[in-house]
């Protein structure tokens, strides 16, 4: 167990559905990243957030859409699916994004559209 | 950040060391290396990272050429479970982007 928490673990849904998934960062980090595994695309950087603020932003799409709350958990919101968007979905958190930056990721939420 | 160049996959046998070799000829002064792996659809996950000097943790070893161009992570005694991805990463110290670019990784595979 790392210590950063996803939610759901496993979601299937239609095309054209909207879903949630959600991070816990480990206790006492206070930046969360997200990430999109894809088959063929391997690991791809999605957007950043540091205490509640977005820092850094990817390759995310438009229909795709993050926040970081004042608790520090992190919800990432993902609309108008397409079959594409089929992916895991990791989650990391840092403690702050310094010099040395160690990410701690969680297991990953697997997105199947259908 | 620098770009990293690392072999697709490698085999190794159970108990013996494996080597892991980076290329990254456009390292710059200030950018760490870092090393994660990625068992089978799980998270990655960190193992070590380092400047110029050489570095040891409990999981490996990080060995830096001294010009700094290559590295060499070094898993003293693999074990199955060690079958993994894993990425060399380069990524420099300032600016206010800390996110970690992925490549493709190595592919270990270690045979009992």
């Known amino acids: 167990d790392s210590g950063v928490t996803q939610t759901p673990k496993h979601l299937i849904t239609a095309t054209g559905q909207r879903v949630t998934l959600r991070c816990s960062p480990r206790?006492?980090?206070?930046?969360v990243y997200w990430y999109q595994q894809s088959l063929d695309q391997g690991l791809q950087f999605l957007i950043q957030?540091?205490?509640?603020?977005?820092?850094a932003k990817g390759n995310i799409l438009e229909r795709f859409s993050a926040q970081q709350f004042p608790d520090l958990h992190s919800e990432l919101n993902l609309s108008s699916l397409e079959l594409g968007d089929s992916a895991l979905y990791f989650c990391?958190?840092?403690?702050?994004?310094?010099?040395?930056?160690?990410?701690?990721f969680g297991a990953g939420s697997r997105l199947t559209v259908l | 950040d620098a770009k990293t160049t690392q072999p697709p996959s490698m085999d190794c046998a159970e108990g013996r060391a494996a080597n892991l070799p980076c290329n990254h000829s456009?390292?710059?002064?200030?950018?760490?290396v870092y090393w994660y792996r990625q068992i089978h659809s799980q998270g990655p996950q960190y193992i070590i990272h380092?400047?110029?000097n050489n570095e040891t943790n409990e999981m490996a070893s990080l060995i830096i050429t001294e010009d700094r161009k290559s590295s060499t992570l070094i898993l003293p005694h693999a074990t199955l479970r060690d079958t993994a991805v894993y990425y060399c990463?380069?990524?420099?110290?300032?600016?206010?982007?800390?996110?970690?670019?992925f490549g493709k990784g190595t592919l270990l595979t270690v045979n009992p």
């Open positions: 990391a958190s840092s403690v702050i994004p310094t010099t040395i930056n160690v990410l701690t």
């Open positions: 206790s006492g980090d206070l930046s």
């Open positions: 957030y540091y205490n509640g603020e977005e820092r």
């Open positions: 456009t390292i710059s002064g200030n950018e760490y």
């Open positions: 380092g400047l110029k």
């Open positions: 990463i380069v990524r420099g110290s300032g600016g206010s982007n800390y996110k970690l670019t």
